[in-house]
């Protein structure tokens, strides 16, 4: 989906890419396709089918908050001119996988031997 997005845009290139520009309009769908054209999106998806396979409704629960927050972070547009502007694209999904990680370590059922 990256590389179909890099050569076909859902937005055209701004006329002049000097002037600050307006926030773009998108229409749901543009929306959509955009926030899961990211890694975040095929971090999301892998989670899906795991929680599918499992038939875990609470790791399918976490995956679908995970999604929206992949959505939610694909679709911003950063305007900054500090060099450190990518790490909150970095640093909040990390901080969610790890919590949930150590949520689902954390609550795990036990292994009963049986004799």
Do not use: C, K
Request: net charge neutral.
């Amino acid at each position: 989906m990256s590389i179909w997005l890099t050569f076909h845009p859902l937005l055209p290139p701004p006329a002049d890419p000097t002037a600050d520009p307006a926030p773009p309009e998108m229409g749901p769908a543009a929306w959509l396709l955009n926030g899961l054209a990211g890694p975040l999106a095929a971090v999301g998806l892998a989670l899906l089918v795991l929680a599918w396979v499992e038939r875990h409704w609470a790791l399918l629960a976490y995956t679908i908050g995970f999604l929206a927050i992949g959505l939610v972070q694909g679709n911003r547009v950063i305007h900054s001119s500090s060099p450190w502007f990518f790490l909150p694209d970095l640093l909040v999904p990390a901080a969610v996988l790890l919590l949930g990680a150590a949520a689902f370590a954390l609550f795990r059922p036990t292994a009963e031997v049986r004799r």
